[in-house]
Structures are given as structure tokens and as C-alpha cells.
Nanobody, 119 residues
């Protein structure tokens, strides 16, 4: 019943910037992590960045120093600020929220937003 709504994707030139947003509905409880994954054509989905409920962050080596994940707890929203974009960043980016309520862990996924980096 929970919903994640993504926005912010688009077409940019190499070296450009984008900010992705993902808003989780209020019906999602027990959030322990919020993160971003991406999937390029013909490739497996990979973790890009994650932020925990405590505020700790982790990034894929390929995006360290270029991408920043952040959150607005009050709005149940996670952001991904992307700078110095490269063609290899081209992918569909998916927001993912992990929850834990009692002994039950669950994942919620956004619909995906296309990021294309091309001249």
C-alpha cells in the first residue's frame, strides 16, 4: 500500500548536474534506510547510495565525490544530488526504502526515473 514517487531525471550533458527526489507516502512505517539504485541497459541493478535512519551514508565507489544523498525526515523524502555527471551514469534510477516493523522487514520501490548523460 505504500508509494514512492520519484522525480528529477532528465537529459544532461557530461559534467552537468541533476537532483533526484523520492517521496515516501505516510503509510510507510518503520523506515530504516532510504537509498538509490540504478540499472543501465543490459546490466544488473546496482546500489548507488544509501542513508540509514541514523544518518549514516554509503556510496558506490563510482559515484563517491560526485553524488550526495540526503533526506528530509519530516517529509519522508530522500534526495540524490548528482554533479559532474558522466555518460556511464546513464541509467534508470530507482528509489528504495527499507522498513522493519517488529520482525518483518520490507522493501518499497519507486517507479524509476531516467537519467541520460550525453552530448
Amino acid at each position: 500500500q505504500g508509494q514512492l514517487v520519484e522525480s528529477g531525471g532528465g537529459l544532461v550533458q557530461p559534467g552537468g548536474s541533476l537532483r533526484l527526489s523520492c517521496a515516501a507516502s505516510g503509510s510507510i512505517f518503520g523506515i530504516v534506510s532510504m537509498g538509490w539504485y540504478r540499472q543501465a541497459p543490459g546490466e544488473q541493478r546496482e546500489l548507488v547510495a544509501v542513508i540509514t535512519s541514523a544518518g549514516s551514508t554509503n556510496y558506490a565507489d563510482s559515484v563517491k565525490g560526485r553524488f550526495t544523498i540526503s533526506r528530509d525526515i519530516a517529509k519522508n523524502t530522500v534526495y540524490l544530488q548528482m554533479v559532474s555527471l558522466k555518460p556511464e551514469d546513464t541509467a534508470v534510477y530507482y528509489c528504495c526504502v527499507g522498513t522493519e516493523v517488529g520482525s518483518l522487514g520490507s522493501e518499497y520501490w519507486g517507479q524509476g526515473t531516467q537519467v541520460t548523460v550525453s552530448s
